[in-house]
């Protein structure tokens, strides 16, 4: 195929349609596209690590980098929905396709019923990928199914989808590809705030790629000329233009990227009541090290002392190099913190315990996400948060602060712990009214619902990741 003169013959192809060199040549940004997904199939790997690289090493233009994202983030987190119409079209479950095979139907359903690319392209440039991955028999299988779902509208794959739903969770479930267990959880902890009427408006910001959101380390950082300030965190912004990542090199680490959410949370507990000078603070799960940057710029502007502890001995390499922007000497612990209360008892005036949880608060950012948690996954998180929990409350001076927070919305992960928490430290723990403190933080007033102990954000309703705040204080 590298001789000229073959390529020329293949060019001039007689039957007037594509060459056999043209079909089988492939556009680069749906290369690239296909090889994340399979990457993500194959072994777990994040797209969101992964595709910058693969963006690079393609050399792709900036338009191509542009589709190339929007194919594998489009595709990945519509693949439920997409698993839906394929298994129609090809007349037989998903799990009875070759994997590589179905990963080329998932990103050639995308382009048919997503995106504005032509149909023949669509089915053309999937076959021609069909047969990089497949054999012969695959690439007639891919042609044929793509050509079926290419017969009908995407209305009218929404209304056979719909039709095999079986009650109003997991209408939503296939319609905007979640799991149902997710959809549930979701719809449960909107209802818990009277709030469920808001459940399809919050799954479809999941499907839509957040702003990219930046801090100002107070005191050390101002945002940039051109920044657009955040509606509610204080020190946040997004950037009026250009390169965030090139902002947060040239700063040295003052600027960085974090959710509004994020700066929220680390704000409550840093300004629900003034610093006295030499109080001690501890951010107890730091790793890789956001909020820890937050609240040693804060500590350092109210005179106080932060350590952070972080088990995991990389992540807490992590929190080394977040800190390093903070002029404050601020000492790394790398222990376990279910067990660091009782060495450390009563000891410090702040504790944040920005518990590992499932996540489910930020699944528009990794758009695989929501197809490798599992129920399990909650239960075994809630048992390791209950006792990082008790922990914290061992470690909190009598009249001491402790905010307990986690990116996801699951009751389970939230209320229900705090719930657990107050009943078994009945004596030593009460909360605070969290919401008053959140909106005193705020420079606007967040739209809020349900018991003002505890603050839900979420991101149809605040544009921030839905996190969890609650404040709980110990009887001095
Ligand atoms: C939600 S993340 C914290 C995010 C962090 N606050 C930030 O803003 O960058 C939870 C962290 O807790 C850590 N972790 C998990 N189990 C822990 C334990 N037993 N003790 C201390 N840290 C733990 C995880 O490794 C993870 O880095």
Redesign the pocket.
């Known amino acids: 195929m590298n001789d000229r003169k073959h390529g020329d013959r293949h060019r001039n192809d007689s039957r007037g349609g594509r060459s056999a060199a043209d079909r089988t040549r492939v556009q680069p940004s749906r290369k690239v596209a296909l090889d994340v997904l399979s990457a993500v199939r194959e072994s777990d790997a994040y797209a969101n690590l992964l595709l910058p690289g693969r963006i690079a090493r393609a050399g792709l233009s900036p338009a191509d980098a542009a589709l190339a994202t929007e194919l594998t983030y489009g595709t990945l987190r519509m693949q439920g929905y997409y698993d839906r119409v394929i298994a129609r079209a090809a007349g037989r479950p998903v799990d009875k396709i070759d994997p590589p095979l179905l990963d080329v139907l998932r990103l050639g359903a995308h382009q048919l019923l997503s995106t504005r690319v032509a149909s023949h392209a669509a089915v053309n440039e999937s076959v021609a990928l069909a047969r990089q991955v497949g054999s012969r028999s695959g690439t007639g299988f891919v042609n044929g199914v793509l050509r079926e779902i290419g017969r009908s509208t995407p209305e009218e794959w929404r209304a056979r989808v719909l039709a095999d739903a079986k009650n109003e969770d997991e209408r939503y479930a296939a319609l905007t590809s979640h799991p149902s267990w997710i959809v549930r959880a979701f719809h449960r902890a909107l209802e818990s705030e009277g709030r469920g009427e808001e459940l399809e408006a919050l799954l479809e910001a999941d499907n839509t790629a957040p702003r990219v959101n930046l801090v100002a380390l107070p005191g050390l950082a101002e945002p940039p000329e051109g920044a657009r300030a955040d509606r509610f965190s204080p020190v946040g912004f997004t950037a009026g233009g250009g390169d965030p990542q090139g902002l947060v090199t040239e700063a040295e680490g003052r600027l960085r990227v974090q959710d509004e959410g ?1 700066q929220l949370a680390a704000l409550a507990l840093t300004r629900a009541r003034p610093v006295q000078p030499g109080e001690r603070w501890l ?10 940057a937050l609240l040693a710029a804060e500590a350092l502007a109210g005179g106080a002392t932060l350590v952070a ?4 001995p990389a ?1 807490a390499e992590l929190v080394r190099r977040a800190l390093a922007a903070v002029p404050l000497d601020v000492p790394v612990w790398e ?4 067990v660091l209360g009782a060495d450390e008892p009563e000891a410090f005036d702040r504790i ?1 315990l ?4 499932t996540g489910l608060g930020a699944l528009r950012r990794r758009p695989e996400a929501r197809w490798r948690k599992t129920p399990r996954d909650v239960a075994e998180l809630t048992a ?1 948060q209950a006792r ?1 929990l008790d922990s914290a409350v061992a470690a909190l001076k009598p009249g001491g602060l402790l905010a307990y927070v986690t ?1 996801s919305p699951h009751v389970a992960e939230t209320r229900a712990v705090v719930a657990d928490a107050l009943d078994r430290h009945r004596s030593s723990l009460r909360p605070v009214r969290t919401a008053d403190v959140v909106q005193s933080v705020a420079e606007e007033r967040l739209d809020l619902a349900g018991d003002p102990a505890l603050v839900q954000l979420w991101p149809h309703r605040h544009l921030t990741d839905a996190m969890f705040i609650a404040l709980l204080e110990k009887p001095a």
Do not use: F, I, Q, Y
């Open positions: 994020s951010d107890l799960c730091a790793g890789p090290g956001g909020k820890a502890n972080e088990v995991v992540r222990r376990d913190g279910v944040l920005d518990a590992p949880c390791l990082l990116c």
